[in-house]
């Protein structure tokens, strides 16, 4: 991956912006910039350079995964290093450093306030809005074969989950099978804490897997994820136990149908609140609109829920190299709920759905 070229990508920015500098603290856009996985780290860009500040835990890894950056070992946190080096060094790289962006929603107020102490008083913090973010969006396609592979390889967790999922298993018993195969596998961590979901306790959206038994009849959702060479997948597949009753199969059966006519609709140029639409609109014409929830996806990456959002409202217009889910759902409470999900990459003409497989209810 080109760490230098997304470095000069975002300084080119600075004057748009109206920038001199940018602190970045954000693991996950710190990891995207110049490649450093470590866990304690800030990085900071200027118009002519970027220097990451690290502590010692971390001087033989920083210097093997940095890459664009000047690495700097501090005796002292990072976010105070990087600090005071700014004010040492504000004339010396290039035009006078003054407005400093800063991760605004990625900052403490103790953390602001420090950053505050250890600058000048004419120094001037910008807070930026999802800048690096906005930058992830679009993905190389280095980054696309590595979601490629993280998606293919969480949904064949699944097919552990089929061979465990019985009347009277916990939930907990269901994941910690899925959880490992996944180790076993080569898995980073899961992305998210998975969840599994039976019986009436499938109506919770983020039900995540308990020590309740899965009852002999009745929806079992499993919503589940890998971390692999850093990039995470998010899955979802409905399961029946037990013989489905013909409305559990209409449920089924028009979440499927939402899934369907969104990702029929992904195409670049189309705004996401369009995509939304097109699932919400089957479900509301089969009567069960009121019982969808939450928005229809998100972004995937480095993280497990990235910009854009796919809900109502929202007007970002895809693009190629965006990779998002569509996760459309039913939850009625006290009986059950359904949910589909898929990750996608928006390509010319329209997407690719990442790990296709027949979706089909299965029953237990």
């Given at each position: 991956m080109d760490h230098k070229g997304r470095l000069k990508s975002l300084q080119?920015?600075?004057d748009r912006n109206s920038l001199d500098a940018l602190l970045v603290t954000h693991l996950p856009n710190i990891r995207y910039l110049c490649g450093f996985t470590g866990t304690s780290g800030i990085?900071?860009?200027h118009q002519t350079g970027s220097v990451f500040f690290t502590d010692g835990r971390y001087s033989e890894q920083a210097r093997t995964e940095?890459?664009?950056?000047?690495?700097?070992?501090?005796?002292?946190?990072?976010?105070a290093a990087a600090a005071e080096w700014l004010a040492k060094n504000r004339n010396k790289v290039g035009k006078k450093l003054r407005r400093l962006g800063i991760e605004s929603e990625h900052l403490t107020v103790a953390a602001r306030s420090q950053l505050s102490s250890h600058l000048r008083s004419d120094f001037r913090l910008?807070?930026?809005q999802g800048l690096v973010e906005r930058a992830r969006m679009v993905k190389d396609a280095d980054e696309i074969a590595l979601l490629r592979s993280a998606a293919v390889f969480g949904a064949s967790l699944f097919d552990r989950a089929l061979e465990v999922i019985r009347p009277g298993v916990t939930e907990n018993e269901v994941a910690a099978e899925m959880e490992y195969a996944a180790r076993r596998g080569g898995?980073?961590?899961?992305?998210?804490?998975?969840i599994i979901a039976a019986g009436k306790r499938s109506a919770l959206p983020h039900g995540r897997a308990s020590a309740v038994a899965i009852p002999s009849r009745g929806f079992v959702v499993c919503d589940f994820g890998v971390i692999l060479t850093g990039y995470c997948s998010d899955r979802t597949r409905t399961v029946h136990v037990g013989r489905p009753t013909s409305e559990a199969r209409r449920v089924y059966e028009a979440v499927r149908e939402a899934q369907a006519a969104a990702i029929e609709v992904v195409k670049p140029g189309v705004s996401v609140s369009d995509v939304d639409r097109a699932a919400r609109n089957i479900?509301?014409?089969?009567?069960?609109?009121r019982h969808f929830t939450h928005s229809t996806g998100h972004g995937v990456g480095l993280?497990?829920?990235?910009?854009?959002?796919?809900?109502?409202g929202q007007k970002e217009l895809l693009c190629p190299g965006m990779v998002i889910t569509i996760e459309p759902g039913v939850y009625i409470a006290g009986s059950g709920g359904v949910r589909i999900e898929d990750m996608v990459v928006v390509k010319q003409g329209g997407c690719e759905v990442l790990a296709p497989t027949n979706k089909e209810l299965i029953t237990i």
């Open positions: 080119a920015g600075f990085l900071a860009i940095v890459q664009g950056a000047q690495v700097v070992i501090a005796r002292k946190p990072p976010l910008r807070e930026t898995a980073e961590q899961m992305s998210f804490p998975t479900l509301k014409q089969r009567g069960l609109g993280e497990i829920h990235e910009p854009p959002r796919i809900a109502s």
